[in-house]
């Protein structure tokens, strides 16, 4: 008993010290204010953490790797797949394809939510045609590969590039947005879906705006049936109670902020290099930073067919092996598929993705040019950026402007730098008298041309008048982008909307299958060979396994305490 009551007292004692270590409030290491005190002005210090994949996401640490490195052979001789070594970021990237299941759970959200908007429904249904063949009779999988309940872990096909975007916002929303009523930030799902008690709940099921994260960041998602029963305390002197957005006692609340390390960064493609890297899995054959053996594939081997004893010979992918093979021979079909297979099928690779080759080719994020690996940056390359800002519908308060789904308006950006307020003031005011902002500021008031020659006047042709004769830079994005389509389809198929997607399909032979290989489509098309998974970016350190290695040790800044 006596031994009880000791070991009782130790763990009182040890609980007692962490509890009062944890009341001890921490200091700005350059101003000695403590943070998150009301009475100081409520400077807020969160908790630094290192944040988890979003649902169906696995990390994959970054590192350097040679771009178009595994390529072997250039059979289309298109010379696009230049040899260069890279840098890539940690990000997280989905563990298998999106499937059909996956995008069901979207078009039975639009429908649930615009029931009467049957443009929105319609635009982002699948293509089911792309089965369509004139000579083959592919009807069967037109009527059924999509929604058929046998199909729903196969991966999804028949969408573009474009649609892959609305879902990637789509995906971005509902997981914050599940987080939060999870959390309790925001109204419980029952009382949204009027299934809860109290005034509350009446008022959720009555608020139907759909929830979009900018918006909700941008703090102009609040009040009745908006809030959750545990809102953060708001410590600033300024804050004042929204209608209905009081907690427990007349204390005050807010939203969750960004920088709660709370929501999940957007969803999106991963760029073509990432995809490529990440395919490759180079991490299985690395030690103490030496490739101990090259790939052509994401596995081991110059073969496509499985070592091991229990499945040797199996063939290790989902894709053609040859005119007319699609599945091998009847009572011992080799690759177990004569279309597309589940998304979990085959083994993964080393970073544990499923299908980095065959099954179904991906989308991903950059526009394709045949000279990219020679021209882009060596870290974290990407060509495609379409810089954006979000309209301001009230710039004195910061508010978004929104359209009828309720996601903020995005106008292309006019500045590579943080403009001036009264710049910003200027653009804004502008945009909403419907005139062009730099030529409003700089056109004379006798109406003739501008002295810097900067008007927005376009001839018939397509170019503006004072860019005629520049040279035309299809990434160069600003004021002064130059738009000329003029000899798309006459003596080139390449344009700003012709989209990457990489990996191979169930329908490619084998030499797709190398992860360096690259194609190209319209960013408007579809494919029955084609799909998508996602990636999203990863913030904080880059380590992904940190325990068992060597590390530096670092001392914490010593509290400061004023003289006396």
């Not at 209905?244 to 807010?254: N, P, W």
Request: glycine share 10%.
């Amino acid at each position: 008993m006596r031994v009880f009551f000791t070991k009782t007292a130790i763990v009182l004692l040890g609980a007692g010290f962490v509890l009062s270590s944890c009341s001890k409030r921490q200091q700005s290491s350059k101003t000695g204010l403590t943070y998150n005190d009301k009475n100081n002005g409520g400077y807020e210090r969160f908790r630094q953490t290192h944040p988890s994949p979003g649902p169906g996401l696995i990390p994959i640490e970054g590192g350097t790797f040679v771009v178009g490195g595994s390529a072997d052979q250039d059979v289309t001789y298109e010379y696009n797949n230049t040899k260069r070594r890279v840098t890539i970021p940690s990000f997280y990237m989905d563990e298998t394809e999106v499937s059909n299941q996956d995008w069901l759970d979207y078009l039975h959200w639009i429908n649930i939510t615009f029931p009467q908007d049957r443009e929105l429904y319609y635009n982002a249904i699948p293509d089911t045609l792309v089965w369509r063949r004139p000579l083959s009779y592919n009807e069967p999988y037109v009527d059924n590969y999509l929604r058929h309940p046998a199909f729903q872990d196969y991966p999804v096909v028949g969408v573009s590039w474009t649609q892959v975007q609305d879902y990637c916002q789509w995906r971005t929303d509902r997981t914050n947005e599940n987080i939060l009523r999870e959390r309790g930030n925001l109204v419980a799902w029952k009382d949204l879906n009027g299934n809860g008690k109290g005034k509350n709940a009446t008022a959720a099921a009555a608020s139907k705006e759909p929830f979009n994260t900018d918006i909700y960041l941008n703090n102009q998602m609040r009040g009745p049936g908006i809030d959750g029963k545990k809102m953060l305390p708001d410590l600033s002197p300024n804050a004042k109670p929204a209608a209905g957005a009081t907690g427990k006692a007349g204390k005050l609340v807010r939203p969750v902020r960004m920088e709660d390390g709370i929501l999940k960064q957007g969803y999106r493609l991963p760029s073509e290099a990432e995809w490529e890297y990440a395919a490759l899995g180079l991490i299985g054959n690395t030690q103490f930073e030496n490739i101990d053996d090259g790939k052509v594939y994401p596995w081991n081997g110059l073969g496509v067919r499985s070592s091991k004893k229990a499945t040797r010979g199996l063939i290790l992918a989902n894709f053609k092996r040859g005119m007319g093979d699609n599945a091998g021979v009847g009572g011992y079909l080799n690759d177990k598929a004569d279309i597309t297979a589940p998304v979990r099928a085959y083994p993964p690779n080393d970073f544990g993705l499923y299908n980095m080759a065959g099954n179904v080719n991906e989308w991903v994020q950059d526009t394709y040019r045949q000279t990219s690996f020679e021209e882009f940056d060596d870290f974290n390359p990407f060509r495609g950026n379409e810089f954006t800002n979000k309209r301001l519908a009230d710039p004195t308060k910061g508010l978004y402007a929104k359209d009828k789904y309720g996601r903020p308006i995005k106008d292309p950006s006019k500045s590579n730098r943080k403009m001036k307020y009264s710049e910003l003031i200027a653009l804004q005011q502008a945009q909403a008298s419907g005139t062009d902002a730099n030529a409003a500021q700089a056109a004379p008031a006798n109406g003739a041309t501008p002295a810097n020659g900067n008007t927005s006047a376009t001839p018939p042709g397509g170019l503006r008048a004072d860019l005629a004769g520049k040279p035309y830079n299809a990434d160069y994005r600003g004021y002064n982008d130059t738009v000329n389509t003029a000899l798309y389809g006459k003596t080139t198929l390449v344009n700003d909307h012709s989209k990457v997607y990489k990996g191979g399909s169930w329908n490619d032979m084998a030499f797709w299958l190398n992860p360096a290989t690259r194609r190209f489509m319209d960013q408007d098309d579809a494919s029955a060979e084609v799909g998508f998974r996602c990636a999203m970016t990863l913030v904080g350190a880059p380590e992904i396994h940190p325990e068992g290695k060597p590390h530096y040790s670092i001392k914490k800044a010593k509290p400061y305490k004023a003289t006396r």
